[in-house]
């Protein structure tokens, strides 16, 4: 069964304190992983989608790499609002073109 | 429309009602997804349409749980005789056709948070 796990939960930085959030999947063929962006009362918000390992996709701040095994979204010298939560997803090649999420990082950037 | 538009934003049904959340997808997109989240959790996959094709309901929890979208835009969920553990944000997603939302991302709405009393 395809599993995401998110860690940690919760980050708290400081403006400009660079860090990484952590995704590791297993998932039986990968068609892509995606990482989303979601603020309070609203819907996940599409950054990137990856789809073999070794690839790497960068917008702004951020930039999410992927193995076989995981992916790491690096946050460079953040903002407050960089502050959210970061969803990661699966998509399967042999379950049609479900997402299976993660619990998601809640990540808090204080000035 | 410019988003994904889930109607009504909020609502409140007492334990054994029937509930009915509409999604207007964007003008175009083939493929459409209802997605559950409960309070601090990922969104979890429902159902899925191509068109009006109901091509995946593995993820529907019970037979409770009905979804249609007859004209292949307007989608509509439905939850019969609604319990307490039904309380969570039903989130719609959509994309122009199935494989793009892998390119550009499956676009959600704001979602319609549903609480049970």
């Known amino acids: 069964e395809d599993q995401v796990t998110q860690s940690p939960e919760a980050l708290r930085l400081q403006e400009g304190e660079s860090s990484s959030l952590n995704c590791s999947y297993t998932?039986?063929?990968?068609?892509?992983l995606f990482w989303y962006r979601q603020d309070p009362g609203k819907g996940p918000e599409f950054l990137f989608t990856?789809?073999?390992a070794g690839e790497e996709k960068e917008k702004e701040r951020l930039k999410a790499t992927l193995t076989k095994k995981e992916s790491f979204l690096h946050i460079t010298a953040p903002k407050p609002e960089d502050s959210a939560t970061y969803l990661c997803?699966?998509?399967?090649?042999?379950?049609?073109?479900?997402?299976?999420f993660g619990k998601g990082t809640s990540l808090l950037v204080t000035p | 429309g410019a988003g994904v538009s889930q109607s009504p934003r909020y609502k409140v049904a007492k334990r054994g009602q029937d509930v009915a959340l509409r999604c207007d997808p964007i003008?175009?997109?083939?493929?459409l997804f209802w997605y559950q989240q409960a309070l601090g959790q990922g969104p979890e996959f429902l159902t899925y349409?191509?068109?009006?094709?109901?091509?995946?309901k593995s993820g529907l929890p019970s037979d409770r749980f009905f979804a249609e979208r007859p004209e292949g835009s307007v989608s509509t969920l439905k939850i019969q005789r609604t319990q307490q553990e039904d309380s969570a944000v039903y989130l719609c997603?959509?994309?122009?056709?199935?494989?793009?939302?892998?390119?550009?991302?499956?676009?959600f709405g704001s979602g319609t948070r549903l609480t049970v009393v």
């Open positions: 997603a959509s994309s122009l056709v199935p494989l793009t939302g892998t390119d550009y991302g499956y676009t």
């Open positions: 990856l789809y073999s």
């Open positions: 349409f191509q068109n009006e094709a109901q091509l995946d």
């Open positions: 997803a699966v998509q399967a090649k042999n379950s049609g073109y479900a997402l299976n």
């Open positions: 003008s175009g997109h083939v493929s």
């Open positions: 998932v039986s063929g990968l068609r892509g």
